[in-house]
């Protein structure tokens, strides 16, 4: 089993187990009962009402509960309401309910998740020449729903131990949003968090299942690595292996939080290797930069692996890198993350 690992981590919360609660509160003990059984009879299950607990079965359940409670209960109340998580005989410590939620752009997080509010958009990857070969999915808000930054919705999930769930149903709408507009043969980069994973298989099986449902060629799948993720857990090399056996590919940053960039590219060899926009912007003009991404490349290639550089905005750079040899480019420059897949990039002089 993968112990969660993050950067302030946060332990993930997990499918199934059992939630208590408890306060001391004679005002919020009858509306929390009240809430616990009516949401525990409409899901068919009986909740334990000595100090109310309710076990589910799947996070749905747990997040549909939670959801339930932020949106019904005051925040003064929810500061009253101690609650704990059990999973088989291991109880964690008590928490304040209210350390349960966090909001993003006026809603719960785990209401997102739920619910789904958000979507996936594509941007091109290309190579030196300007041939599509590829394409990131980056997470989105829905055009309708209040705009949020990617990155403050995961940091907020994290915090209170959602990022498993949030980083599921990213993956795996990522899949479907690409196997419905991507032809065979076409790459599709999906971002994933190692430090979510708190068991391989339970955690994995629903990612390979979306996979083969949409029909998708494994190896046309790359994952990759948050660049906020550690990867010196011993486990990690675990994860690697297990997506690799099913066919995928594996990318990761070239700046990644905790461990050497040399020592974690020669460990993990990963399929490609993405050159930080650090690096990148203003390439053409910087020695030091042009030393870093040829030691890269050399690197790289001890294991057959493909740079890929990212955030490239200016031809000057896009020039300098496609004469120094890097195999695959990506940025404004090339293409801007759209809900469809670029028809065509917009036209380059040295092209």
């Known amino acids: 089993m993968l112990e969660p690992y993050h950067f302030a981590s946060t332990a993930p919360l997990r499918d199934e187990g059992v939630i208590?609660?408890?306060?001391?509160?004679?005002?919020?003990?009858?509306?929390?009962?009240?809430t616990i059984r009516d949401f525990a009879d409409a899901a068919g299950r009986s909740g334990t009402l000595d100090g109310v607990s309710f076990r589910y079965d799947n996070y749905r359940q747990l997040l549909q509960l939670l959801n339930r409670l932020q949106k019904g209960l005051l925040r003064e109340e929810t500061d009253n309401i101690r609650f704990r998580l059990k999973y088989g005989d291991d109880g964690l410590p008590w928490n304040p309910l209210s350390t349960l939620f966090e909001t993003v752009g006026g809603r719960g997080v785990s209401e997102y998740i739920l619910h789904r509010y958000f979507t996936t958009f594509l941007q091109p990857i290309v190579q030196p020449n300007g041939q599509i070969v590829g394409y990131e999915c980056l997470l989105r808000p829905l055009p309708e729903q209040a705009p949020f930054r990617p990155s403050e919705l995961f940091?907020?999930?994290?915090?209170?131990?959602?990022?498993?769930?949030?980083?599921?149903?990213?993956?795996?709408?990522?899949?479907?949003m690409s196997s419905a507009h991507l032809p065979a043969g076409v790459k599709r980069f999906v971002n994933f968090?190692?430090?979510?994973?708190?068991?391989?298989?339970?955690?994995?099986?629903?990612t390979f299942d979306a996979i083969r449902e949409t029909g998708t060629d494994p190896a046309d799948v790359v994952f990759e690595v948050a660049e906020t993720e550690r990867l010196d857990?011993?486990?990690?090399?675990?994860?690697?292996?297990?997506?690799?056996?099913?066919?995928?590919?594996l990318a990761v940053d070239d700046i990644v939080s905790g461990y050497s960039t040399a020592e974690m590219i020669d460990r993990l060899k990963p399929d490609y290797?993405?050159?930080?926009?650090?690096?990148?912007?203003?390439?053409?003009q910087d020695p030091d930069k042009q030393r870093h991404i040829e030691n890269l490349l050399e690197r790289a290639s001890r294991f057959h692996g493909v740079v890929l550089a990212e955030g490239v905005e200016r031809e000057q750079e896009w020039d300098w890198l496609r004469r120094a040899g890097v195999p695959l480019l990506q940025g404004y420059l090339f293409?801007?993350?759209?809900?469809?897949?670029?028809?065509?990039?917009?036209?380059?002089?040295?092209?």
């Open 155 to 176: 940091e907020k999930a994290r915090k209170i131990g959602q990022h498993s769930f949030l980083d599921r149903e990213a993956r795996h709408a990522a899949i479907r």
């Open 193 to 206: 968090l190692p430090s979510s994973l708190y068991s391989m298989e339970s955690c994995l099986k629903g």
């Open 335 to 351: 293409g801007l993350a759209a809900p469809v897949p670029a028809s065509g990039l917009r036209s380059l002089s040295k092209i």
């Open 273 to 284: 290797v993405k050159l930080d926009r650090k690096w990148v912007n203003g390439c053409h």
């Open 233 to 249: 857990h011993p486990e990690i090399m675990n994860i690697f292996d297990h997506y690799r056996v099913q066919g995928i590919r």
């Open 20 to 34: 208590e609660f408890a306060t001391e509160d004679l005002d919020t003990y009858p509306r929390l009962h009240d």
